[in-house]
T-cell receptor
Framework: RKEVEQDPGPFNVPEGATVAFNCTYS??????FFWYRQDCRKEPKLLMS???SGNEDGRFTAQLNRASQYISLLIRDSKLSDSATYLC?????????FGSGTKLNVKP | DAGVIQSPRHEVTEMGQEVTLRCKPI?????LFWYRQTMMRGLELLIY????????DSGMPEDRFSAKMPNASFSTLKIQPSEPRDSAVYFC?????????????FGDGTRLSIL
């Protein structure tokens, strides 16, 4: 079983839509969690950390459910510029496990 | 602040040649990671270091790959001899491991093509 699993998508949504991605992880002792964004032919970039109480950064909301071992990312009012691959990342004692990514296409 | 710096950005070489990729982590970061990314296999962890010491090299594909970190500000990933299947984007990342909630920061990557 993979450490981190994500739906690869693609998610095709119109501008202005709300879209949500989930990610599951296998190690219940995992310590920290992140969402990264990767544009085509670019490096992964940190989008946001995920905190136990949930956290929001503008149009982006991240949530963690330790009991069910999943992490979610909600994007409200999607923009064309949100089109990218979103990577779920789990940290176990400073070893980072990356999901395979969920591709988002926002269309006009 | 300078981010993770990788060189070269692009490398095209013939199979059998030695390839050396370089990375300068963010100053003060004590963890350094080397990844390889392809369309087929996604992002794969090759090896990571803590305080210049290799901790886990289980992702290194075979003996043709080697990595070193002679000091806190420099690491190399070497492929010798290179093969066409080594063609990929190689990323270096660093993190501050003292606190487990710190994320990784990636360099721009080296796009390697072995002909």
């Amino acid at each position: 079983r993979k450490e981190v699993e994500q739906d690869p998508g693609p998610f095709n949504v119109p501008e202005g839509a709300t879209v949500a991605f989930n990610c599951t992880y296998s190690n219940s002792a995992s310590q920290s969690f992140f969402w990264y964004r990767q544009d085509c032919r670019k490096e992964p970039k940190l989008l946001m950390s995920v905190y136990s109480s949930g956290n929001e950064d503008g149009r982006f909301t991240a949530q963690l459910n330790r009991a069910s071992q999943y992490i979610s990312l909600l994007i409200r009012d999607s923009k064309l510029s949100d089109s990218a691959t979103y990577l779920c990342v789990v940290n176990n004692f400073n070893k980072f496990y990356f999901g395979s990514g969920t591709k988002l296409n926002v269309k006009p | 602040d300078a981010g993770v710096i990788q060189s070269p950005r692009h490398e095209v070489t013939e199979m059998g040649q030695e390839v050396t990729l370089r990375c300068k982590p963010i100053s003060g970061h004590d963890y350094l990671f080397w990844y390889r990314q392809t369309m087929m296999r996604g992002l794969e962890l090759l090896i990571y270091f803590n305080n210049n010491v290799p901790i886990d090299d289980s992702g290194m594909p075979e003996d043709r790959f080697s990595a070193k970190m002679p000091n806190a500000s420099f690491s190399t990933l070497k492929i010798q001899p290179s093969e066409p299947r080594d063609s990929a984007v190689y990323f270096c990342a660093s993190s501050l491991g003292q606190y487990s909630n710190q994320p990784q920061h990636f360099g721009d990557g080296t796009r390697l093509s072995i002909l």
